[in-house]
């Protein structure tokens, strides 16, 4: 059981165009796991059906080894919570603190005491480096703030795996470089397997273990950043910047 | 820069963008004789974009141009740039819109179906399990759409009521029935206005938020977010509205009846010289419980539609921030409709005992 997420011929449509066609593909417990591509290549889409917020044409998708394309929501509810997930603008709930944004998920899916949760939202958000975020509501936070709450919460549950859509986007590079950081940290001191859609070159050649590129949603190339540079595919090449 | 000589228009090294009203008013002098002006713009070597705009289009109208190597070059260039088809290719006829039309408006009544039942299910479950909603939520939702709704509602009710009352104890005087006002205000207030001015005032403060609320949580991913962390967000967001607007809509419709009345009562002893006392016991004589039965099962018929046409709108946003607006517009215009037309169904159900 190497593999912690295992995809297999996943065909996605949006009326009648086809945005991802027959992927297949596997990620390994602990690795960060880049998904990347040209605009309008099904990334969104592919991490999407990962998540369950779309159901698929055809094919399987297997987390933690159980089929999750069909199986029922009260079911899928218990292998969410092992999952996080960092949307593109943070998506907070506007109407509650941060510090009820990180509990939200513990307090919904555990019993734990209000005052072992607030311990656990001052961790984490701690951990992020927001500590004087405690009171504020998101509307009062800068863009890269916001990213770093939905960190905090996304991780609230300790996750076995976390999903990233763009997490530099928009940030200055100083910002984007902690980011990194904090990603890499969490890989190694927690053990979380990492799934991120990016397309920031010098934060992909930071942390990337593993990429997966789609062009016109289909796979052209899975591996390590070393096979990419040996398979020499044009694509690759250029968005890279490699010279042949 | 350009001279005027004779019928030559002749441009030095630039022609910008600055230059370039001047140059079109010069060009009106000569009027719809294109032939009897030149243009020279062989030397011009500096120019915008907007230049390569004009210039391309005043050939194409047959001006007389000298131009310059480069020009020749860079409007080709533009020309070819600017030659795709802007035009929508997909054209449907009168008959297909309809259809079309017609399609989508029952694939919305068939989701909104649907989510309706979605909805009534969560609701009934979550007023027994706590799991999957917001601690207090419910109170807090309360307090928003119906406590704060208190003070408007009074005062339109009232009004309503004052209203109602002295145009017709105008007319009930000349026949000497004053007596009957107190059946006309009674009766009106509980079965019909009291339920529907109260529901059309909600629609406008409550119905509105939901959809304005749930749509923007739909563009900026928190719905999303909702359903990744394994929350629901039927039963996180609507679910306590729903069981928070079936409370509060019949409490404030009673206020309403109540105060309706009262302005009836008002227009009936000062206008109409009845006794406060006559006025109540009529009132109570009239007063029977199948007409409080017809009024709260309306009210409570009313604030399900409130919620769920705020829902449905809500989910089905389209688009930015504009699409927010589209969706709270359309909803409070199909709360309201909805509202009417339940009313005006229910009212001639009871009326003629079916």
Redesign the interface.
């Known amino acids: 059981m190497d593999n912690i997420i295992k995809i297999k011929n996943l065909v996605a449509k949006y009326d009648t165009k086809i945005i991802l066609d027959n992927i297949s593909l596997s990620i390994k417990k602990k690795e960060i796991f880049i998904i990347l591509g040209s605009s309008g290549g099904g990334k969104t889409t592919l991490l999407?059906h990962i998540?369950?917020?779309i159901k698929p044409v055809a094919g399987t998708i297997d987390i933690f080894g159980q089929e999750v394309t069909k199986m029922e929501?009260d079911k899928?509810?218990?292998v969410?919570?092992q999952?996080?997930?960092l949307?593109?603008?943070g998506?907070?709930?506007?109407?509650m603190k941060v510090w009820e944004n990180v509990a939200?998920?513990l307090?919904?899916?555990t019993k734990l005491l209000p005052n072992i949760i607030r311990d656990l939202v001052k961790h984490k958000l701690s951990l992020v480096n927001l500590e004087h975020a405690y009171n504020l509501y998101p509307s009062e936070l800068s863009g890269g703030m916001k990213k770093r709450v939905?960190l905090a919460?996304a991780i609230a549950m300790d996750p076995k795996i976390l999903?990233f859509d763009e997490p530099s986007a928009g940030l200055d590079p100083i910002t984007a470089l902690e980011l990194d950081e904090l990603i890499l940290e969490l890989k190694k001191n927690l053990g979380i397997t990492l799934v991120i859609v990016t397309h920031e070159l010098e934060s992909i050649k930071r942390i990337a273990d593993r990429i997966i590129y789609l062009q016109k949603g289909k796979a052209i190339f899975i591996g390590t950043l070393e096979e990419a540079r040996v398979e020499n595919i044009d694509e690759i090449n250029r968005f890279f910047g490699w010279n042949k | 820069m350009y001279n005027i000589e004779n019928n030559k228009i002749i441009f030095d090294n630039s022609f910008l963008l600055t230059d370039i009203d001047s140059f079109i008013d010069d060009l009106k002098k000569y009027g719809t004789n294109i032939s009897s002006v030149q243009i020279d713009l062989s030397k011009v070597e500096t120019f915008d974009n907007s230049v390569l705009a004009v210039v391309n289009s005043l050939i194409k109208k047959k001006y007389q141009f000298l131009l310059s190597e480069k020009l020749i070059t860079e409007i080709k260039i533009f020309d070819k740039l600017i030659s795709f088809n802007e035009k929508e290719t997909v054209v449907t006829s009168g008959f297909e819109n309809l259809v079309l039309r017609v399609n989508d408006f029952f694939s919305q009544i068939t989701s909104f179906i649907v989510l309706s039942a979605d909805i009534f299910s969560y609701s009934i479950k979550a007023i027994f399990r706590k799991?999957?909603r917001?601690?207090g939520s419910i109170y807090e939702q309360i307090l928003l759409m119906g406590n704060n709704a208190v003070p408007i509602v009074f005062l339109l009710a009232f009004l309503i009521g004052l209203i109602l009352s002295l145009q017709s104890a105008a007319q009930l005087r000349q026949f000497g029935a004053n007596i009957y006002l107190v059946d006309l205000i009674v009766i009106s207030m509980i079965t019909e206005m009291g339920p529907m001015i109260t529901a059309i005032i909600v629609a406008g403060r409550s119905g509105s938020a939901i959809a304005a609320?749930i749509s923007?949580?739909q563009i900026?991913?928190?719905l999303?977010?909702?359903?990744?962390?394994?929350?629901?967000p039927l039963k996180y967001v609507v679910a306590p509205k729903m069981i928070a607007m079936t409370i509060s809509l019949p409490i404030l419709t009673v206020f309403a009846n109540i105060i309706g009345i009262l302005g009836g009562f008002i227009i009936a002893v000062i206008y109409l010289e009845l006794s406060p006392v006559v006025f109540f016991n009529r009132a109570v004589g009239v007063m029977t419980l199948s007409f409080w039965w017809q009024s709260m099962l309306k009210s409570v018929l009313f604030s399900w539609l409130i919620v769920l046409i705020g829902a449905h709108f809500g989910f089905n946003v389209k688009g930015g921030a504009e699409g927010v607006g589209k969706a709270t517009t359309a909803s409070v215009v199909a709360a309201i409709f909805a509202v009417i037309m339940t009313d005006a169904l229910l009212s001639i159900i009871f009326y003629f005992d079916f």
């Open positions: 999407k998540i369950g917020l929501d899928f509810d218990k969410l919570t999952i996080g997930m949307f593109q603008g998506a907070l709930i506007n109407s939200m998920p307090e919904q899916h939905a919460r999903f | 799991e999957g917001r601690k609320e923007t949580m900026t991913e928190e999303d977010a909702l359903k990744v962390m394994a929350l629901n």
